[in-house]
């Protein structure tokens, strides 16, 4: 199956093509992808203008992709499930020598949109 999906995030529209032999995975895959997070819990900013898609690659190869909340500087990272799909992290703000503050119910799914 062949799925083709865009969202906006800040001023960039992305257009993603996802294709999979699985048609469940691929409407998992376009579900999360087209639907970040719309709200920062760090400064509660909903203002789409500051936001913005960020991604890069490790030394080691890992790849991190993350919505960055502009207006206060926290980001939520896409996170990938050990037995597969895909979610977004609610969003965090790090700071230098401190560790990231997340709730406890750090993790929001695709499919629950009052959460988005």
Aim: aromatic share 10%.
């Amino acid at each position: 199956m062949r799925i083709t999906t865009q969202t906006k995030v800040g001023q960039v529209m992305y257009n993603f093509t996802i294709e999979e032999n699985n048609e469940m995975e691929a409407l998992h895959k376009a579900i999360v992808l087209s639907n970040p997070k719309r709200k920062c819990n760090a400064c509660e900013n909903i203002d789409q203008s500051f936001f913005k898609l960020e991604s890069n690659k490790d030394k080691e190869g890992n790849i991190y992709v993350n919505v960055i909340c502009t207006h206060c500087g926290a980001q939520s990272k896409l996170g990938r499930y050990k037995a597969g799909g895909y979610f977004w992290h609610k969003f965090e703000k790090y700071e230098k020598g401190n560790a990231p503050q997340a709730d406890n119910d750090d993790v929001t799914f695709a499919s629950d949109p009052s959460l988005m």
